[in-house]
């Protein structure tokens, strides 16, 4: 028995000979491998370049609060009538230049008598805004007193990461929050 092959025409021919070297031309491969992985590579360096900067900023934060604490543990704020913009420039000073200190940070100050009666401060208002300046309280306290210090940094750049939401405020902003608690030094004694 015979096979017959079909006939074709000169076109169909020539249309089967360029789908066969197409499929076997193997230029342009690279790109549309990039076009897939390209996409997800650049969310997942994004995400960490995000993450990173997101933590770093609250690790900085929460040092600074801690180091300019301790100028209020030790009575140095109290015997030199420090005010509250002065502390709060004691904290700015401990934070990396990027960090807004004028209008996105909030600095309360508590003084309690025992570690009981302690009651953190809100740093949003009921829609979700930083509160305002002047709801902020500061009382150092005196010796041997509980004093809370809470700092509060609304934090844009969370808002223009792209790929990430990271912000919690109706802004697009993330609120990052540090406090420091202690008892105070018996410095007056």
Not at 52 to 76: D, H, K, M, N, P
């Amino acid at each position: 028995m015979y096979l017959v092959s079909p006939v074709r025409s000169v076109s169909q021919q020539r249309s089967v000979g360029l789908a066969r070297s197409w499929a076997r031309d193997e230029r342009g491969t690279t790109a549309i491998e990039f076009a897939l992985v390209g996409l997800p590579f650049f969310m997942f360096l994004f995400g960490i370049f995000g993450l990173g900067l997101y933590f770093f900023t609250t690790f900085s934060l929460e040092s600074a609060v801690e180091q300019a604490s301790r100028l209020i543990r030790v009575g140095f704020v109290q015997e030199s009538g420090m005010t509250a913009e002065e502390f709060k420039q004691e904290v700015c000073k401990r934070l990396p230049a990027f960090v807004d200190c004028d209008g996105k940070m909030r600095v309360n100050v508590q003084s309690y008598s025992d570690f009981a009666s302690i009651i953190p401060p809100a740093c949003t208002d009921t829609e979700g805004n930083l509160v305002p300046p002047h709801s902020t309280n500061y009382n150092t306290g005196g010796a041997s007193e509980v004093v809370l210090v809470t700092v509060c940094y609304e934090w844009d750049m969370a808002g223009l990461l792209p790929f990430l939401k990271l912000g919690n405020m109706p802004s697009g902003a993330a609120l990052i929050q540090a406090s420091a608690t202690f008892r105070t030094e018996p410095y007056g004694d």
